[in-house]
Nanobody
């Protein structure tokens, strides 16, 4: 049994910052890629950023230069630092992790989501 749990969402004014965290726990052999997705009302879920175990990152064009993804492999945790937030960043943010529970058993794990609201 493995799970990922997000934290750190909330209400922030335009131009403000938030830091999201996501911790994986359970029977973990190794974690491959970890990432953040978001879904706004009426929209499909979209990739925000992801990061490989070795630290290679990828960002959606809409967040480049404003968001930074990082991870702590020792803590099985991924972070999303969000700066210069805009109202269009309002969404439920989901953590995703590709977790090996054994050498041959790869699980695609999702968190329950954390709400981010950017509004004055």
């Amino acid at each position: 049994q493995v799970q990922v749990v997000e934290s750190g969402g909330g209400l922030v004014q335009p131009g403000g910052s938030l830091r999201l965290s996501c911790a994986a726990s359970g029977s973990i052999f190794s974690i491959n890629a970890m990432g953040w997705y978001r879904q706004a009302p009426g929209n499909e879920r979209e990739l925000v950023a992801d990061i490989t175990r070795d630290g290679m990152t990828n960002y959606a064009d809409s967040v480049k230069g404003r968001f930074t993804i990082s991870r702590d492999n020792a803590k099985n945790t991924v972070y999303l630092q969000m700066n210069s937030l805009k109202p269009e960043d309002t969404a439920v943010y989901y953590c995703n992790a590709l977790i090996l529970v054994s050498r041959l058993d790869l699980r695609d794990c999702w968190g329950q989501g954390t709400q981010v609201i950017v509004s004055s």
